[in-house]
Nanobody
Framework: QVQVEESGGGLVQAGGSLRLSCKVWRRIANTISAWYRQAPGKERELVANILSDDDTNYADFAEGRFSISRDNLKKMVYLQMNSLKPEDTAVYYC???????????WGHGTQVTVSS
C-alpha cells in the first residue's frame, strides 16, 4: 500500500549538504513531484516542485541552495540541499500528484536536523 517513501535525512552541521531521495511506486513522468517540510510547531510548507526538467519552483528559502530533480524511469525524486542552516531542521515530505488530482500521495517523511 506504500506509494511514496523518502530517505536520506540525517544530522548535518550548518553549511553542510544532504541529498534526499523519494521512491514512488507509480509513474511520475508528466506528474507533479514536490518536497515539503514541516518544523515542530510550524505548518507544512512547500520546498520545491517539479513537472519537468525546465519547469521547477522553489520556495524563497530554498532558491539557490536546494535543487529538485527526478529520474522518471527509476521513479525517483531527489532534493539536493546545500548550505544548510539550523532553520532547515524539519521533517521533509515527498508528494507525488497527477496534474488532475487534488491530493496525490504523501510519504511519511524523513527527518533533517541541522546543528549550529
Amino acid at each position: 500500500q506504500v506509494q511514496v517513501e523518502e530517505s536520506g535525512g540525517g544530522l548535518v552541521q550548518a553549511g553542510g549538504s544532504l541529498r534526499l531521495s523519494c521512491k514512488v511506486w507509480r509513474r511520475i513522468a508528466n506528474t507533479i513531484s514536490a518536497w515539503y517540510r514541516q518544523a515542530p510547531g510550524k505548518e507544512r510548507e512547500l520546498v520545491a516542485n517539479i513537472l519537468s526538467d525546465d519547469d521547477t519552483n522553489y520556495a524563497d528559502f530554498a532558491e539557490g541552495r536546494f535543487s529538485i530533480s527526478r529520474d522518471n524511469l527509476k521513479k525517483m525524486v531527489y532534493l539536493q540541499m546545500n548550505s544548510l542552516k539550523p532553520e532547515d531542521t524539519a521533517v521533509y515530505y515527498c508528494l507525488s500528484r497527477q496534474v488532475w488530482e487534488s491530493s496525490g500521495y504523501w510519504g511519511h517523511g524523513t527527518q533533517v536536523t541541522v546543528s549550529s
